[in-house]
């Protein structure tokens, strides 16, 4: 479950949008219950309206949702964006009370509230979201350490950075790790192979391409370099990670590919930086 309280925390936003709407749309039904009678259970007062629809379904959807989920071997931020129907359907679902609200106000009752305080809470949340970019990241509410690939996949550029004279020739090509390869690239200037900046093992376990005739179109292309991340583990064992841990990438570099450099990471995590054996 670490994965879930991870992706739940960089996804706060959501979470509180959909508290707001739990809470304004149940006491703003109060009043349109208490104006059907004290003695009509609410359930009956709602079996048959749109918001019990939208509520059962939005819930079905969430549930559904979170059991697939639970199902995956790894979770990822992005798969967050599966929940956003579930949320908005029980959202509305709480909201149409307000509606209701809104349509009996009146202003010369007392104890009532006025619209314009639910309007402007929506318009505070609303900007809140919107500039909390802006807000430094220690005076954030809520999500300081947003993670975006500035900051997730840059943070090792310095260290990396000592490849650049190694590859700043004009027509260099190189080929590698998702998460590393593009920003080599980009700060010594040299070429994507095949022009591929998404080379995550998961694309090529699923066949698109197949991983023989990636390796077929990288060597017909002539590559003169690859980025491979990994592990250190016992006796000093460099264990292939990503792209090379599937067996056909781990041969390719073994058998075509000479380690030329090294920069470590945090932890055990290495990456290599390997020359092409000409034939």
């Known amino acids: 479950m670490g994965g879930f309280s991870q992706v739940a925390y960089r996804n706060q936003g959501s979470l509180y949008v959909l ?32 918001p019990l629809f939208h509520i059962l379904l939005g819930l079905v959807h969430f549930f559904s949702v979170f059991v697939f989920l639970v199902m995956q071997g790894r979770i990822f931020d992005f798969y967050m964006l599966l929940f956003l129907p579930a949320l908005a359907l029980i959202s509305a679902g709480c909201l149409m009370p307000v509606q209701k609200y809104f349509e009996t106000w009146n202003p010369t009752k007392p104890g009532k509230w006025h619209p314009w305080i639910v309007e402007s809470s929506f318009l505070v949340l609303i900007a809140l979201i919107l500039a909390h970019p802006l807000i430094p990241r220690s005076c954030r509410l809520f999500i300081p350490d947003l993670v975006t690939y500035l900051q997730h996949e840059a943070r090792h550029a310095d260290g990396l950075a000592r490849w650049n004279p190694l590859l700043s020739v004009p027509g260099t090509t190189l080929f590698g790790d998702s998460g590393t390869a593009p920003l080599v690239a980009l700060m010594s200037g040299a070429q994507l192979a095949l022009g591929e900046a998404d080379t995550n093992q998961m694309r090529f376990q699923g066949g698109f391409p197949a991983p023989g005739k990636f390796i077929q179109s990288l060597e017909e292309s002539s590559v003169q370099w690859a980025v491979v991340r990994g592990r250190i583990q016992s006796q000093n064992r460099f264990i292939p990670r990503g792209l090379f841990a599937i067996p056909e990438f781990r041969e390719y570099a073994r ?17 290599r930086l390997m020359h092409h054996n000409l034939p």
């Open 19 to 50: 508290a707001f709407c739990l809470a304004a749309g149940s006491l703003a039904s109060l009043p349109v219950l208490r104006k059907h009678g004290i003695r009509v259970p609410p359930l009956d007062f709602l079996t048959g309206t749109p």
């Open 255 to 271: 058998t075509r590919f000479s380690s030329v450099d090294q920069v470590v990471l945090e932890g055990d995590t290495e990456i």
